[in-house]
């Protein structure tokens, strides 16, 4: 279905061998014992506050301020 799966595996596109093949050419390709490329943990979400008194704003619930995100970047050279 996909023709860059042909190519890289050195297939003609539309002249390809059975499904098995490519399973057998990916195992290995990706040598690895995790089948995926990120971890399947999520980190957990932050709930948000609702605020105490009507008409204000909810809290943030951002993790890092622009404040810091700028003193990160300052670190870092081009």
Do not use: C, H
Request: aromatic residues 10%; proline residues 6%.
């Amino acid at each position: 279905m996909n023709p860059l799966y042909a190519i890289l595996s050195g297939f003609e596109v539309g002249d390809t061998p059975g499904v098995g093949t490519f399973y057998d050419f990916f195992s290995r390709l990706w040598d690895s014992d995790n089948n995926n490329l990120s971890s399947q943990l999520q980190p957990l979400k932050t709930s948000v506050k609702k605020p105490k008194k009507k008409g204000l704003k909810a809290d943030p619930v951002e993790k890092t301020t622009v404040e810091q995100l700028l003193k990160e970047l300052q670190g870092v050279s081009f």
